[in-house]
């Protein structure tokens, strides 16, 4: 029996949760209704959280990397059968569009969201399209396949920046996201796997996941690349944090025709500067990757049902719905942790 209202995080105001009372979203034709298990928090949700992002939607739910289980389908969707464990690709568009027809859907002038323009998972029901769900193989438990919107961003960022076998790769920010680069990269053969990250909790994180090298102390980081690629730079370099100053010290790290993968999100307004002279003279690639939409994301319930990524620290801290105040307030202060799901109970 579905209840008519559920409880739900509701983000009132810039740094306030309420816990409510609210309906259940009512679903078209073409969605259907997900019982919610497990909701990650990630960065974006702090930056939301915080009032820099979305606060235009506020009174929103957040929480855009969930997993459940389905328990209503509308009309046009009779097809998929209640039980089935999903997660779900959150970038929905127009469908038609340009951008929408190339996988690039963040493009598409409709494009929402689900849990960061409209109403998300940090609740027991989340309502999604039908055919933006993903299965969730009968083999891997259900909480993993809230890891498989963070994943399937780095599988994108893999594909655009064709990194390839025995291409050496550094990595500035050894954060989730930066640990799941080094993850993916080792996985399509790159080498060697280089990690810059100054918080120690983090480096080591990085060598237990299998970078060739981590560099803590920023000073060492371009002697260690050029030693540990005969002097030319890396092949591939990403930016994983978000500063300018790192986009600029990315391209004094790549080979002279190499790529650099911009990646970490800096304020909408920051700016870098590079010398066109050496871009040009270097044939040096810069090219983004935002999200992961489409088959970014079934291709990252892939490689998660088949092992190709260790995810056991991104599901050690849990909270209940209930403490969501106290997890936001320990996601933004204690450096210490990696990852926060939400469990829905
Ligand atoms: N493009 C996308 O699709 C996409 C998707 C998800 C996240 N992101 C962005 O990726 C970035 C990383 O995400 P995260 O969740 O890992 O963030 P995070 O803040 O948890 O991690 C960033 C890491 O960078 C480290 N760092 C700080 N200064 C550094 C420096 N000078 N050199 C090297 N490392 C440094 C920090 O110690 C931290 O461990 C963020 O900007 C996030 O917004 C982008
Ligand atoms: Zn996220
Ligand atoms: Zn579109």
């Given at each position: 029996m579905i209840p008519t209202t559920m409880r739900a995080a509701v983000l009132a105001a810039p740094g306030?949760?309420?816990?409510?009372q609210v309906p259940v979203p009512e679903i078209a034709d073409d969605e259907v209704l997900v019982r919610v298990s497990r909701?990650?928090?990630?960065?974006t949700d702090i930056h939301i959280f915080k009032g820099h992002y979305s606060a235009d939607r506020l009174p929103l739910i957040p929480g855009h990397e969930f997993s459940g289980h389905v328990v209503r389908t509308g009309a046009a969707a009779r097809d998929v059968a209640l039980g089935t464990a999903v997660t779900a690709d959150i970038n929905v568009g127009c469908g038609r569009c340009f951008y929408c027809r190339k996988n690039e859907v963040l493009n598409c002038p409709t494009m929402a969201q689900i849990g960061i323009h409209v109403d998300?998972?940090?609740a027991e029901y989340v309502k999604v399209p039908a055919s933006h769900l993903v299965a969730i193989?009968?083999?891997?438990?259900?909480e993993m396949g809230a890891l498989v919107e963070p994943v399937s961003c780095i599988v994108r960022a893999v594909k655009k920046s064709r990194l390839r076998l025995g291409e050496s790769v550094l990595i500035l920010g050894g954060g989730p996201i930066g640990n799941l680069h080094l993850q993916l990269a080792r996985a399509v053969g790159a080498a060697p796997?280089?990690?810059s990250e100054p918080n120690p909790g983090r480096?080591?994180?990085?060598?237990?996941?299998?970078a060739d090298i981590v560099v803590s102390d920023p000073s060492q980081l371009a002697a260690t690349v050029r030693e540990a690629t005969e002097g030319r730079g890396a092949d591939l370099v990403i930016e994983s944090v978000g500063l300018p100053v790192l986009y600029e010290q990315a391209f004094e790290l790549v080979r002279p025709g190499?790529?650099?993968l911009a990646f970490g999100l800096t304020d909408a307004d920051a700016q870098a500067r590079y010398h066109p002279f050496k871009v040009v003279l270097g044939e040096i690639g810069l090219q983004g990757s935002v999200a992961g939409m489409g088959d970014d994301m079934r291709e990252a319930m892939t490689l998660i049902a088949h092992d190709r990524v260790r995810l056991a620290e991104f599901a050690e801290t849990v909270y209940p719905l209930a403490r969501i105040a106290?997890?936001?307030d320990a996601f933004v202060n204690d450096r210490r942790i990696n990852k926060i799901q939400i469990d829905m109970g």
């Open positions: 306030r949760f309420e816990l409510r909701c990650g928090l990630c960065g998300g998972a940090l193989p009968r083999s891997t438990p259900v796997v280089i990690v480096a080591d994180w990085a060598r237990r996941s299998g190499g790529r650099v106290e997890a936001m």
